[in-house]
Structure formats: structure tokens, C-alpha cells
């Protein structure tokens, strides 16, 4: 479903400016103006129905999702975060993307140890409990799978910033800060790595370097507020700030601290990115800076003919908070500033609005952020005249949603 569009043939449908009064479209003999309505006249249902509480029925469409020919079975699999229908920066835990490399795994906390080994005075083991008796922070951070958008590195191919852009979450984390973990055990001189292992059947491990996991790494127990939940590694899941996600453990039950990375299987034959010299790069930690208009999009087309409308995004970096995003309406010709709402944390999500007054017409809507390090978003283009087009990993470029007349958003690519 590739689909080229040249932003010369474009009439842009925007009027420069909003402020025309915002028509409502209620009508005096409307119904649910006129009418008592049931929810009106009947009891409810009391506090015993949902012990642990559910969205409303109406809002059933707004689930995590996968994209079939991308899944090949349901143990090692990938769904993606509605982000089309999310508001703010914190993404609920039940619509959290998930990426298993062996299902999801059912641990007993009680049963569940965290080891400490390799090159420290002590070697520890710790309860789930005991991990809880460190000093704790609370954190949010945004996830972000490297495959974010992988599928897109040769043309514009899934309908939906969910599939495009849905492998990241943003949650507040509970957790003790990894170094007091590792100062209890005591890092030896020559200890230079850490390998994060995972108690699931995939014996997930990677190779950190220790100045991170003193710097910002945390041994997590909760997010928003309650327990991990089972798809994001209960009872303990590493949390590794601005890094690619397949680096945050989950069930993570033995740190070993080493001299040199191990060189496992996610860090050479996986995670690493092909270049257009057919060479590969390894150890691209960090995600780059990276943003993606919300609503307007495919899943979250425009319903009313014109007038006020409020563009949405996200936007992130891995390399701190985000200073500025643009925003393009003609598919990147002319830029505005973007309106920055929300708190700016560090490796979270941002969340930014545009607020214009469409004419009805076709718009090539693009978001370009810029980070506290002064990196800025690139196209699609400038990205491939780097990194070729067989990469899988790492793909921040700038996406161009195409809104029809009447409304209807396609995912394109402009050239
Ligand atoms: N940890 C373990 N033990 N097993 C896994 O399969 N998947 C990794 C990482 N940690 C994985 C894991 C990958 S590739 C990603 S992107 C993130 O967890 C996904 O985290 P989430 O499921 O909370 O979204
Ligand atoms: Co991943």
C-alpha cells in the first residue's frame, strides 16, 4: 500500500490561522436534548460489578493490536500501543505494547529470586521483598522497541501511527535505583559490564555497560501506581532510560557483572543495524529523537467538514527531554512551532498540540521534534542516505499523514 505523493500537487488546506468561532452542530429539536434518556431514569449498576475497574463499553475499540503477517505465532509475538487514542504522556497499563520473545511468563513472586554475580565482592541473592527494603524512586519513561516503525524503512506501508509508531509506552516506574544493588554486592575493579537475564523461556540477556546501570538504571516493581503487570516482566522488569527496549529485562532474575560484553544472541545476530556498505552497526543504544502526529491520523481520521481542529502528537528522545517540535501542514514547506502541553521529563514521552482551522481540504501533516541535545528529527530520506534501506532498527524519521477532502487519513510518503 505504498503510496507517493508530490507536495507541489498539493493545495494546502489550511487557513493560516485559527480563530473563527467554534460552530456547534446541536440542533434545538435534537433528541438527546428533548428526550430523558435511560442512564437518566434507571439505577446504576452498584460498587460489586468491577472490583478492579474497566473502561466503558463504548470505548471497547481502544485495545492493544498486532499486525498478522508480522506475527508468526501467538508465544513470540508483538502487539502495538493505540496511541491514535491516548491522551497526555502516560500510557494505561492494559493498552501497554508488549514484545515477548517467549510468551508471556507466570511468575510466583515468592518464588522468584534476584541474583547478583560475576565480578563482585559478594555474590547476593534477593526475594522480591528484600528488594523492596532499598531505598526507592519514582520515574516516568517512555519504552520504545528499536523495531519502532521497521516495517516502514522502504515506503509507507501500515495504516496507523498504532503499527507505525505503537511499539513505545510511557508509564511511571516504582523501583530501586540499580547502583545501590550493585554497591550492596560490592563491584569489583576490573567489572566494567553488566548482563541482565531474564527468568522467562527466552533467557533474555544483553550486555550493559556499568556507567549506565549507575547512571539511570532501575530494578522496577510497579508501574502506574500497582505491580508490574505479567506482559511487562512481574515481579521485577529492569528499567534502562532512553534505551532500545529489548535492553529492559523483564522477569529479571540475575545481573552478572563481567569485563567485556558477552556478545549473546540479541546483541549480534539481532539489535544490530545494516548499513548501506553491508557492513552492520552494533551497540546503537540510544533512540533517537523521534515525534508522530496522533489526530489526525488513519485510525483517527477528521469527522467534522471543517473549521477548528486540534492536532495531537507525541514526541521523545532518548537523549533527554524534547525542546521544540514543528509542525508542517503541506507536507514539510512551510514549519509552525507546535504548543508543548504537559510535564517535560526526561526520556518520557512529550505531548504537543496544533490547534488551526481547516478549510475542508487535502493536508500532508508532519511532525519534526528537537531534543534538549539540539538533534532534530530527519526525513525519511536524509535517514535512508545514512543508513541505506535494509535496516530493521532505529527508525526516528518524520511521517507524513495524507488527509483526504472529507477527512480520511492515509499513511504516505512525500517526494
Ligand atoms: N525481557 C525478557 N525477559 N523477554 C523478552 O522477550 N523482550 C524485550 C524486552 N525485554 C523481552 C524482554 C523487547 S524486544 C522489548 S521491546 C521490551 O522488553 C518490551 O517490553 P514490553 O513488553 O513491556 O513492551
Ligand atoms: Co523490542
Not at 1 to 21: C, E, F, P, V, Y
Not at 238 to 263: A, S, T
Not at 314 to 335: C, E, F, M, Q
Not at 366 to 380: C, F, L, M, N, Y
Request: charged residues 20%.
Amino acid at each position: 500500500m505504498s503510496d507517493s505523493i508530490s507536495r507541489r500537487k498539493l493545495l494546502t488546506g489550511a487557513a493560516a490561522t485559527a480563530g473563527a468561532a467554534l460552530a456547534t452542530t446541536a440542533r434545538a429539536d435534537d433528541p438527546a436534548i428533548t428526550e430523558v434518556q435511560p442512564w437518566n431514569q434507571e439505577l446504576g449498576d452498584g460498587v460489586d460489578v468491577a472490583p478492579y475497574g474497566v473502561p466503558s463499553e463504548f470505548e471497547a475499540d481502544v485495545v492493544r493490536r498486532n499486525v498478522p503477517w508480522l506475527t508468526a505465532d501467538a508465544t513470540s509475538s508483538i502487539n502495538f500501543t493505540p496511541i491514535h487514542a491516548l491522551e497526555g504522556i502516560i500510557t494505561p497499563n492494559g493498552l501497554c505494547f508488549e514484545r515477548h520473545h517467549s510468551g508471556v511468563a507466570l511468575v510466583d513472586p515468592a518464588e522468584h529470586r534476584l541474583m547478583i554475580n560475576g565480578l563482585v565482592d559478594t555474590p547476593l541473592v534477593f526475594t522480591v521483598d528484600e528488594i523492596k527494603r532499598f531505598p526507592r524512586e519514582n520515574r516516568i519513561y517512555f519504552l520504545e522497541c528499536a523495531a519502532n516503525g521497521g516495517m516502514e524503512w522502504r515506503g509507507a506501508q501500515l495504516n496507523g501511527c498504532q503499527f507505525t509508531h505503537g511499539m513505545i509506552h510511557c508509564v511511571q516506574y516504582t523501583g530501586v535505583p540499580l547502583k545501590h544493588i550493585l554497591a550492596e554486592a560490592g563491584v569489583k575493579t576490573a567489572g566494567k559490564w553488566i548482563l541482565p537475564e531474564g527468568a522467562d523461556a527466552s533467557g533474555m540477556t544483553r550486555s550493559i555497560p556499568l556507567e549506565k546501570a549507575l547512571e539511570d538504571c532501575m530494578v522496577a516493581f510497579a508501574m502506574n501506581g500497582e505491580a508490574l503487570r505479567p506482559e511487562q516482566g512481574y515481579p521485577l522488569r529492569l528499567v534502562v532510560p532512553g534505551w532500545e527496549g529489548n535492553m529492559w529485562v523483564k522477569w529479571l532474575r540475575r545481573i552478572e557483572v563481567g569485563d567485556m560484553p558477552w556478545h549473546h544472541r540479541e546483541e549480534t545476530s539481532k539489535y544490530t543495524d545494516l548499513m548501506s556498505n553491508g557492513k552492520a552497526r552494533r551497540f546503537t543504544w540510544e533512540m533517537d529523537v523521534k515525534s508522530v502526529i496522533t489526530n489526525p491520523s488513519p485510525q483517527a481520521p477528521i469527522t467534522h467538514e471543517s473549521g477548528h481542529t486540534v492536532l495531537s502528537g507525541l514526541a521523545w528522545s532518548g537523549r533527554g527531554t524534547i525542546k521544540r517540535v514543528d509542525v508542517s501542514l503541506d507536507g514539510g514547506t512551510n514549519w509552525t512551532t507546535a504548543r508543548l502541553d504537559g510535564p517535560s521529563h526526561p526520556k518520557a514521552l512529550h505531548r504537543f498540540y496544533h490547534e488551526f482551522n481547516w478549510d475542508g481540504g487535502p493536508l500532508l501533516l508532519q511532525s519534526r521534534a528537537i531534543d534538549s541535545e539540539g538533534h532534530v528529527q530527519p526525513t525519511k530520506d536524509a535517514l535512508r542516505a545514512v543508513r541505506g534501506t535494509e535496516s530493521i532498527y532505529h527508525n526516528n524519521s518524520i511521517q507524513t499523514w495524507h488527509v483526504r477532502e472529507g477527512g480520511e487519513v492515509e499513511n504516505v510518503e512525500v517526494g
